[in-house]
T-cell receptor
Framework: AQSVTQLDSHVSVSEGTPVLLRCNYSSSYSPSLFWYVQHPNKGLQLLLKYTSAATLVKGINGFEAEFKKSETSFHLTKPSAHMSDAAEYFCVVSEGGSYIPTFGRGTSLIVHP | EAQVTQNPRYLITVTGKKLTVTCSQNMNHEYMSWYRQDPGLGLRQIYYSMNVEVTDKGDVPEGYKVSRKEKRNFPLILESPSPNQTSLYFC???????????????FGEGSRLTVL
């Protein structure tokens, strides 16, 4: 069985400071892991994905995430936040052979000027 | 432009009045799915389809029906809507059919449904 926990429902940062959005997962098989971003009144857009290749994954808009099997984590980071990064972020796990990806409950990123 | 199109984007209806939310994709994807998004719960899958005439239940299928008669279309049907189906609905498609779980999901912009 698969599950995912986003450890923070809200994260607030100042523009220009680092961003850390935390995600822990549980999976019985080698999982694929994703981060999606949802801007207000929009659908979700893929930021990045891990599919058993490099453990450090780079995505769009300067985001990256590191797959840590020993910690069952897939935290999303960005060195310097921009106002346009304010959005809802979802961590998603999908086991091989599963057609039902599991979404985390989301983390709302707030960026202050 | 590659896209997933949902209609209507906004709908207010009353309990028991059948409605259909349409979804169409132009990427020739085999896999399509429906999700509902509720505050604090993230997205939960309602139904998915691996190909034409192949559909299966997701995590929260009760009160919903789907059909997949054409590859590009995957309508969501609420035969007798109830207030607990008030939600934001998303359709998504993917080259997911290999079953590896690796495929990126492409989402529509959502349909906000209110059932009074």
């Amino acid at each position: 069985a698969q599950s995912v926990t986003q450890l923070d429902s809200h994260v607030s940062v100042s523009e220009g400071t680092p961003v850390l959005l935390r995600c822990n997962y549980s999976s019985s098989y080698s999982p694929s892991l994703f981060w999606y971003v949802q801007h207000p009144n929009k659908g979700l857009q893929l930021l990045l994905k891990y599919t058993s290749a490099a453990t450090l994954v780079k995505g769009i808009n300067g985001f990256e995430a590191e797959f840590k099997k020993s910690e069952t984590s897939f935290h999303l980071t960005k060195p310097s936040a921009h106002m346009s990064d304010a959005a809802e972020y979802f961590c998603v796990v999908s086991e091989g052979g599963s057609y039902i990806p599991t979404f985390g409950r989301g983390t709302s990123l707030i960026v202050h000027p | 432009e590659a896209q997933v199109t949902q209609n209507p984007r906004y709908l207010i209806t009353v309990t028991g009045k059948k409605l259909t939310v349409t979804c169409s994709q132009n990427m020739n994807h085999e896999y399509m799915s429906w999700y509902r998004q509720d505050p604090g719960l993230g997205l939960r899958q309602i139904y998915y389809s691996m190909n034409v005439e192949v559909t299966d239940k997701g995590d929260v299928p009760e009160g919903y029906k789907v059909s997949r008669k054409e590859k590009r279309n995957f309508p969501l049907i609420l035969e007798s809507p109830s207030p607990n189906q008030t939600s934001l609905y998303f359709c998504a498609s993917s080259l997911f059919s290999s079953g590896t779980g690796e495929g990126e999901l492409f989402f529509g912009e959502g349909s906000r449904l209110t059932v009074l």
